[in-house]
């Protein structure tokens, strides 16, 4: 399985309209991630092993819905940003402010913030629970944040994904539709911004 990812990486490599862009691009990482095994198979361990994992990330490729999400994701960088660093601070608040009002139940406010986190997510372990109406109180009001920022996300990404579904762009170099957000077609490797840039001048 190995050799045939290295002879398809091969190829890729020869057919590829840019050599520097193809590696430099999120499947030509993922491709050389994926025969690395091959080249360091004198000495086998479990970290290497563990690398034949991306050979999954090579579906990815094949898979539309799987391409239109990671580039949605990409653009919504920013927005993820905000939510998760939002999150991490209102755990590090909660778990302070719980820790404070139930010290008997929480042992630290690291475990204030372990169950913060928990809450806001809407896992619920249930390994540690709040016995107060003040403690009660602030899961409440974590409960609602949480659902209110991962609906936020998805609202978002969802938006990203239906304008990429119904805007679809040509690729300069081999013709296929793919997603405007794209930098490289995924079918040819071409960059699209620089092609454009060709055509127009």
Not at 140 to 151: D, E, H, K
Request: glycine residues 8%.
């Amino acid at each position: 399985m190995t050799l045939l990812f290295g002879l398809e990486f091969i190829g890729r490599c020869y057919a590829a309209r840019s050599l520097r862009a193809y590696l430099f691009s999120f499947y030509g990482v993922v491709d050389m991630l994926a025969i690395l095994p091959m080249l360091l198979i004198g000495d086998p361990n479990i970290a290497i092993r563990l690398l034949r994992i991306l050979r999954l990330l090579k579906l990815v490729r094949y898979l539309r819905a799987m391409r239109l999400f990671i580039s949605s994701m990409r653009d919504t960088m920013e927005m993820l940003a905000m939510v998760f660093g939002g999150i991490a601070l209102g755990a590090i608040l909660a778990g302070n402010m719980i820790y404070t009002i139930e010290p008997e139940t929480f042992s630290s406010a690291f475990e204030g913030a372990w169950w913060s986190i928990v809450t806001m997510t809407t896992v619920g372990y249930g390994d540690v629970v709040p016995h107060s109406l003040a403690g009660r109180a602030i899961a409440v009001c974590l409960m609602v944040v949480g659902i209110c920022m991962f609906a936020a996300v998805t609202a978002v990404v969802s938006v990203k994904i239906a304008r990429s579904l119904h805007h679809g762009v040509q690729c300069h170099g081999c013709g296929k539709a793919i997603a405007p957000e794209f930098p490289y077609c995924p079918y040819c490797t071409a960059k699209q911004d620089q092609e454009e840039e060709e055509k127009s001048s």
